[in-house]
Nanobody
Framework: QVQLVESGGGSVQAGHSLKLSCEASARPYRAFALGWHRQVPGKEREFVAVFSWNSGTTFYADSVQGRFIISRDNVTNTVYLQMNNLKVEDTAVYYC???????????WGEGTQVTVTS
């Protein structure tokens, strides 16, 4: 099991930026991936972005493509989510996850609240 520690949530006005981080305790899976989902009350958790550790490939949801950038620090097993030009609809609890690329997440962080006001 991977322990995930998130940080960086907060409240900003629309058009501004926030950066989330997530540090993993280990990389036990062969095709290890770290990424983010988000969830608003009453809706299912949805995929946001993921970083494939072996290939360096990144994937994004259509709703954040071009605005969010996922990156990593290979030494500290940390993944970052730079969120630019934030919109009110980006308001959600953001959850870091770890797993194997292409499979459902294995481990989840506790979540960090992101609130975007108009």
């Amino acid at each position: 099991q991977v322990q995930l520690v998130e940080s960086g949530g907060g409240s900003v006005q629309a058009g501004h930026s926030l950066k989330l981080s997530c540090e993993a305790s280990a990389r036990p899976y062969r095709a290890f991936a770290l990424g983010w989902h988000r969830q608003v009350p009453g809706k299912e958790r949805e995929f946001v972005a993921v970083f494939s550790w072996n290939s360096g490939t990144t994937f994004y949801a259509d709703s954040v493509q071009g605005r969010f950038i996922i990156s990593r620090d290979n030494v500290t097993n940390t993944v970052y989510l730079q969120m630019n030009n934030l919109k009110v609809e980006d308001t959600a609890v953001y959850y870091c996850y770890a797993g194997t690329l292409g499979s459902p997440p294995e481990d989840w962080g506790e979540g960090t609240q992101v609130t975007v006001t108009s």
